[in-house]
């Protein structure tokens, strides 16, 4: 399923729950403004590149637009309009004052020298630097970027507009950025794992984790659950997965990744599986931490994971969803489960603005709040209404961003 009409569908169900006015349905689901752009590149031999770069801005009735960079070959409008459109809902569940935006590059980063990707992003901003800002739409990290792209586009937008550190968050810490965003995300999926299993009266030491992906998000998630004492059965990222029925050594897989350029290609300490195989463990817990679409009607009968938490954005498409839902299987949704990340980015805007540095262990204090907070919310807004968590979390952000709508004027 494209991946726009599958956050379409997730967003219609809550929609029909909330009765919501086919005419704000087509409001809140129509972007603002979708931006593509021709990015040519004199690449590092002389010879002239062009690609394809995306912004797509769905909504500001909340605040300020939000949303990552994604630089991923399979990256076109159809992903960034979905993304986009997740994000505004993300920032809702969790309550922070933006609204949603996304973008990216269509581009495999491995290929091409870090001369010739530092080019290529600075001749993207030149094309969007007008429509980003600290009060516009701040970009931030996503799949195949980092801090050193944000470092990058800063200097590229500050160029036009002078100092201002608040146009995009993910920074390095040394330039601006926050202290704890680069953990944020996989530690916000460690605190709600936590959450989640304590209202389902489960243990961690009992928990079994399969977890696709060992990419920023991944990797942290990972950390952190071992230190918590979960039993990491199988990791894995697109070179390769491994799988230990005693439980892998994480810190042991950290450190190989850290020293092999974040990949675990060639890690030989563990018995290798297939991608697959991952996902159809039979675990407790599966963290799909890497592509959107991995676990489609093809696959979800051989899921059998009854708890699931979406750190990556879209895993699971509707059909599949509705598969696993039917068997009792608990998901997590990406828009609360991921949502660490963008609380941190606000957190990192929020220095920004006022020229004030939080120590590591505010950061992580105010994440678990917000994080927490949002999660009793989407929990007991699902036992209310009797749907499920991914549902439930539509509810309470669609209801948010409707009011802010109609209290802004529609006019
Ligand atoms: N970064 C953030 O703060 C946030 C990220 N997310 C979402 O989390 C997910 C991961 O992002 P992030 O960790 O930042 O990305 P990274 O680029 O840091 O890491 C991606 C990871 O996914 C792996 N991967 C890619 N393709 C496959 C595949 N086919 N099978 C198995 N593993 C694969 C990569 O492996 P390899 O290294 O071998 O290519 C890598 O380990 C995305 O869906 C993103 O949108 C959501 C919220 C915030
Ligand atoms: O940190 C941010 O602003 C956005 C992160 C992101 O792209 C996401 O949550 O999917």
Redesign the pocket.
Known sequence: MKAFESTRLYFERAADRLELAESLRKLLLTPKREVQVQIPVEMDDGRLETFIGYRVQHDDSRGPM???LRYHHEVDLDEVRS?AT??TW?TAVVDIPYGGA?GGIAIDPKKVSVKELERITRKFIDQIHDIIGPHKD?????MGTSAREMAWIRNQWEKYHGFGPACI??KPVEDYGALGREEA?GRGVGVLAYKLLGNLSRKPQNTRVALQGFGNVGSHAAKYLYESEYKIVAVGDHTGSFYSPTGLDIPKMLRYALANKGSLLGFSEAERIGHDELLELNVDLLIPAALGGVITKQNAAKIKAPLIIEAA?APIDPEADDLLHQRGCIILPDILA??G??TV?YFEWVQNLQFYKWSLNRIRQELEAVLTYAFEAVWQEAKLHNVSLRTAAYMIAIRRVQRATELGGMG
């Open positions: 939000k949303g990552g993304l997740l994000m993300k996304k701040i970009p931030a990290p996503d968050t993910g995300t954005n991921n949502a990340g963008v980015s």
